[in-house]
């Protein structure tokens, strides 16, 4: 995949429908509430004017072992979890390039297959998770540059002053690496994110081609999303944000992307917690 095809690929994503969208808005009147909203998202993306609860949700979870919560709480909230194994690890983005060019075009290229797959098998709700620690620089880097937001309003707060100083100057370092290269897309994946991420790119990206809607979860989900919406300014209208974290990184990328939260619970990391915890409100929405 080049540069140019990945972003012909963009090009075919359509916004949800608008139509059902508002029909389902009318017919729930104006006090509906959030449960109303998230009515009227789900029409859009399924294009009725009725929404239906997801009949068939799958999580998908990048991590080298599955969180044991991520596994019960998959079970409980009765959603389907596809743990796929990491596509490379992720070493100092601040002096060194996550993983080559080469490498994170064939990750995105993965992640478009991936997306392919669930759609191809029914998915009609689709979550996704990255729990590895060592993404956390690489994804408050990605929110830092395309926020355009200094270091410090990106790095976790739930860090001594050491730890915090230590984040905080990695996370800048790694942003002024990046800078140069923002306007092409696999060679800032390539320079500061990692296989991971550029697969959740290609993903989410693919996701919105297929009219697959994504729950994300915490702000390394949420770093992808903005690469792809970069890719794509339509792509975010089939997307929603399971809940917010503590991590300010995460408010700042959710306000770029215009998602609102379905619920703040103070969960931290990107396990697949509070994408699972959106589902049954969800189904409670079109109850």
Do not use: K, N, Y
Request: hydrophobic share 50%; with cysteine; charged share 20%.
């Amino acid at each position: 995949m080049t540069t140019r095809s990945l972003e012909e690929l963009a090009l075919v994503v359509e916004r949800p429908d608008d139509d059902s969208r508002a029909a389902a808005q009318a017919a729930l009147g104006p006090h509906a509430g959030v449960l109303g909203d998230l009515a009227t998202w789900l029409a859009g993306v399924q294009q009725q004017a009725v929404p239906t609860a997801p009949r068939r949700p799958h999580l998908v979870v990048v991590a080298d072992e599955l969180p044991p919560r991520t596994a019960g709480l998959a079970a409980d909230t009765s959603v389907e979890v596809a743990h796929l194994p990491r596509l490379g690890t992720v070493g100092a983005v601040d002096t060194d390039d996550a993983c080559s060019r080469d490498d994170a075009l064939a990750a995105v290229l993965s992640g478009v297959a991936r997306a392919d797959e669930e759609a191809d098998a029914g998915t009609d709700l689709l979550l996704l998770a990255l729990p590895a620690v060592d993404l956390a620089v690489p994804a408050a880097t990605l929110i830092g540059l395309l926020t355009r937001s200094d270091a410090s309003a990106v790095t976790a707060t739930d860090l001594d002053d050491a730890a915090w100083m230590q984040r905080c100057a990695s996370t800048r370092d790694a942003m002024r690496r990046g800078r140069p290269v923002m306007s092409d897309h696999p060679a800032l994946l390539a320079a500061v994110a990692g296989a991971d991420l550029a697969f959740a790119t290609g993903l989410l990206l693919q996701a919105a081609a297929r009219r697959t809607p994504v729950v994300l979860d915490g702000p390394v989900s949420a770093a992808a999303a903005l690469v792809a919406a970069r890719l794509s300014f339509r792509a975010s209208g089939w997307w929603l944000a399971g809940g917010l974290s503590p991590d300010p990184a995460h408010a700042l990328a959710l306000g770029r992307l215009d998602l609102e939260p379905v619920l703040d619970l103070g969960l931290r990391g990107d396990d697949g917690t509070s994408a699972l915890l959106a589902v049954p409100v969800l189904r409670a929405a079109v109850a």
